[in-house]
């Protein structure tokens, strides 16, 4: 269906219009399929300035019996062969010029352009024009004018009128045809969307997985706050896209923010907007990323980074739906959902009051946790088969696959940057093993080839004190931790079931920071 509201906005249809009007004293009137008049405002005072005649025919009394005759014309236009046609006005003596609006077999209205003009007139032709015009309600001046506009039109001029009223109708159906397709393109790039984030299309066939899919489709009709915990890799921006995309606000935007790569000043901007001069380089005014996602979702990543202040105002926009832009005193309304995730422990923060705990229920309603790929390592095969597959299609090359030897090597491999991490590994095979179909363990990263063979203990202490081999099975133990964690303190410290302090003050005991165990090993300095 054509969207009539928005043909008052377009350029060309609105100065073809004001060009009949003040050529030829006509009014053009809109007319869908079903015989209204979509372009009609009685209090519309710009068509009254442009022509106060044709005004006050669809006013008030005059307005039914004129509508009649428009949808009368209408019904013709719909059974007409040709695509336009002229035919006497409601008075009689006035013309008409119907041009139809159609495409191939879909009538969708048409343009009802009316003139008062037609032939040269007898006396008799003009007293009878006179005295219809007075049942139609004019008198005074008006009827006056009415009177005087009622000179002949040469066929020339006949002719130009309902060419430019054609003109009317086929830029109607050109701009109609351009949205049809433009929406269709976007309904069909949501529906790759909606089947690329579906959760079917989510790899993972173990527990935890089975778990998070339960989850995801009890969710898939709410619009609830969700907050997504997982490690980094992990995969949490996708978890994200599919809530999105099997939600009732799959054809709004969906809008990605992360919270840690901006300070407090350009984060403030960047999710509510700014004014124009509200700080050094703001140009222009800038449209927020909340504003941006109106009606539809936000993706607020690392959002344990947010400082207090910003904890603030992210509350409030959640609470009430307002926010300000930078600089400005005018509260904006906005109807947002907001998905937020982290990698950290928001309720520690909370006892620890790093971060706000009003903000942390708000948006908490809804809580999944992704699991780490130490977790599911059952689905490490289905996942290699992904990727490989992928890399491949990619490239242009055939299928490969992991010799049994590389597959072993990458299950006992502890995957600090989970799937990530997986991903780009198996990508870094594709373009290494070049036209090898097989690939083997020596192509594989050293620190997934090597894994394990350097935490073993190379003998265990049998003689001289309990408390220094104890002692030193602890320094073993935390420097491999460290190591294979990606020094991630938070982690091994909850491995080896010991508080984040506690793993600290030990940390700096035993000397086992970062550089010292880098520079020990001959990696060099870390920036």
Same mark, same amino acid.
């Given at each position: 269906?054509?969207?009539?509201?928005e043909?008052k906005?377009?350029?060309?249809i609105?100065k073809?219009?004001?060009?009949?009007?003040?050529?030829?004293?006509?009014?053009?009137?809109?007319?869908?399929?079903?015989?209204?008049?979509?372009n009609?405002?009685p209090?519309? *005072?710009a068509?009254?300035?442009?022509?106060p005649?044709?005004?006050?025919?669809?006013?008030?009394?005059?307005?039914?019996?004129?509508f009649?005759?428009?949808m009368q014309?209408?019904e013709e236009?719909?059974?007409?062969?040709r695509?336009?046609?002229?035919?006497p006005?409601?008075?009689g003596?006035?013309?008409a010029v119907?041009?139809?609006?159609a495409?191939g077999?879909?009538?969708?209205?048409s343009i009802y352009?009316?003139?008062?003009?037609?032939?040269?007139?007898?006396?008799d032709?003009?007293?009878?024009?006179?005295?219809?015009?007075?049942?139609?309600?004019?008198?005074?001046?008006i009827?006056?004018?009415?009177?005087?506009?009622?000179?002949?039109?040469?066929?020339?001029?006949?002719?130009y009128l309902v060419?430019?009223?054609d003109l009317?109708?086929?830029?109607i159906?050109?701009?109609?045809?351009?949205i049809?397709k433009?929406q269709?393109?976007?309904?069909?790039?949501?529906?790759?969307l909606g089947?690329?984030?579906s959760?079917?299309n989510m790899?993972?066939k173990?527990?935890p997985?089975?778990?998070l899919?339960?989850?995801?489709e009890?969710i898939k009709?709410?619009?609830s706050?969700?907050?997504?915990?997982?490690?980094?890799g992990?995969?949490?921006?996708?978890?994200?896209?599919?809530?999105?995309y099997?939600?009732?606000?799959k054809?709004?935007?969906f809008?990605?923010?992360n919270?840690?790569?901006?300070n407090e000043n350009l984060?403030d901007?960047?999710l509510?907007?700014?004014?124009?001069?509200?700080f050094t380089?703001?140009?222009?005014?800038?449209k927020?990323?909340?504003?941006?996602a109106?009606?539809?979702t936000l993706?607020l990543?690392?959002?344990?980074?947010?400082?207090p202040?910003?904890?603030?105002k992210l509350?409030r926009?959640?609470?009430?739906g307002?926010?300000?832009p930078?600089?400005s005193?005018?509260? *904006?309304?906005?109807?947002?959902?907001?998905?937020?995730a982290?990698?950290?422990d928001?309720k520690?923060?909370?006892?620890?009051?790093?971060?706000?705990e009003d903000l942390?229920?708000?948006?908490?309603v809804?809580n999944?946790?992704?699991?780490n790929?130490?977790?599911?390592?059952e689905d490490?095969p289905l996942?290699?088969d992904?990727f490989?597959a992928?890399?491949?299609?990619?490239?242009?090359?055939?299928?490969?696959?992991?010799?049994?030897?590389?597959?072993?090597?990458?299950y006992d491999?502890?995957w600090?940057?989970?799937?990530?991490?997986?991903?780009?590994?198996?990508?870094?095979?594709?373009?290494?093993?070049?036209?090898?179909?097989?690939?083997g363990?020596?192509?594989?990263?050293?620190r997934?080839?090597?894994?394990?063979?350097h935490a073993?203990v190379?003998?265990?202490?049998v003689a001289?004190?309990?408390?220094?081999?104890?002692?030193?099975?602890?320094?073993?133990?935390?420097?491999?931790?460290?190591?294979r964690?990606?020094w991630?303190k938070?982690?091994?410290?909850?491995?080896l079931?010991?508080?984040?302090?506690g793993?600290?003050?030990?940390v700096?005991?035993y000397?086992l920071?970062?550089?010292k165990?880098?520079?020990a090993?001959g990696?060099g300095?870390?920036?």
């Amino acid at each position: 269906m054509i969207n009539w509201e928005e043909l008052k906005h377009i350029h060309v249809i609105r100065k073809l219009e004001t060009i009949l009007a003040q050529w030829f004293n006509v009014e053009v009137f809109f007319v869908d399929d079903r015989g209204s008049v979509r372009n009609f405002d009685p209090a519309d *005072r710009a068509r009254e300035v442009r022509n106060p005649l044709a005004h006050h025919l669809v006013r008030d009394a005059v307005r039914e019996k004129f509508f009649a005759h428009i949808m009368q014309a209408n019904e013709e236009a719909i059974h007409h062969e040709r695509k336009s046609f002229t035919r006497p006005g409601p008075a009689g003596c006035e013309l008409a010029v119907v041009s139809r609006i159609a495409k191939g077999n879909d009538f969708y209205g048409s343009i009802y352009a009316y003139c008062f003009v037609d032939h040269v007139l007898t006396d008799d032709e003009r007293k009878k024009a006179r005295d219809e015009l007075v049942t139609l309600g004019l008198e005074g001046e008006i009827l006056e004018q009415a009177i005087g506009r009622m000179r002949p039109l040469s066929e020339g001029e006949r002719k130009y009128l309902v060419e430019l009223v054609d003109l009317v109708g086929e830029e109607i159906l050109t701009y109609h045809t351009e949205i049809s397709k433009r929406q269709e393109r976007i309904d069909a790039l949501n529906n790759e969307l909606g089947s690329r984030y579906s959760y079917g299309n989510m790899i993972g066939k173990a527990k935890p997985m089975q778990d998070l899919y339960s989850v995801l489709e009890k969710i898939k009709n709410s619009e609830s706050t969700v907050l997504v915990n997982g490690e980094n890799g992990t995969g949490k921006e996708l978890i994200a896209k599919a809530i999105h995309y099997n939600s009732p606000r799959k054809d709004g935007s969906f809008v990605t923010v992360n919270c840690s790569a901006f300070n407090e000043n350009l984060l403030d901007s960047e999710l509510f907007g700014h004014m124009k001069g509200s700080f050094t380089g703001a140009i222009k005014d800038k449209k927020g990323l909340f504003e941006a996602a109106h009606r539809g979702t936000l993706f607020l990543d690392e959002v344990g980074d947010m400082t207090p202040t910003m904890q603030v105002k992210l509350l409030r926009v959640l609470q009430e739906g307002t926010l300000i832009p930078v600089g400005s005193t005018d509260q *904006r309304k906005v109807d947002v959902r907001v998905i937020a995730a982290t990698n950290r422990d928001l309720k520690e923060m909370v006892e620890q009051g790093t971060f706000r705990e009003d903000l942390y229920y708000r948006i908490n309603v809804i809580n999944i946790v992704v699991p780490n790929l130490r977790d599911r390592k059952e689905d490490i095969p289905l996942l290699v088969d992904h990727f490989l597959a992928r890399g491949c299609k990619e490239k242009g090359i055939a299928l490969k696959q992991l010799s049994k030897r590389s597959m072993e090597k990458i299950y006992d491999y502890t995957w600090p940057g989970n799937i990530r991490e997986l991903e780009n590994e198996v990508e870094r095979l594709v373009v290494l093993s070049g036209e090898e179909k097989v690939v083997g363990p020596e192509l594989l990263s050293t620190r997934i080839r090597e894994h394990g063979e350097h935490a073993k203990v190379q003998g265990v202490r049998v003689a001289g004190k309990l408390k220094d081999a104890l002692e030193e099975l602890e320094v073993t133990m935390i420097k491999e931790g460290l190591k294979r964690t990606g020094w991630n303190k938070s982690r091994l410290a909850k491995e080896l079931g010991i508080s984040r302090a506690g793993l600290i003050m030990k940390v700096d005991k035993y000397g086992l920071d970062k550089r010292k165990i880098l520079r020990a090993n001959g990696e060099g300095e870390v920036a």
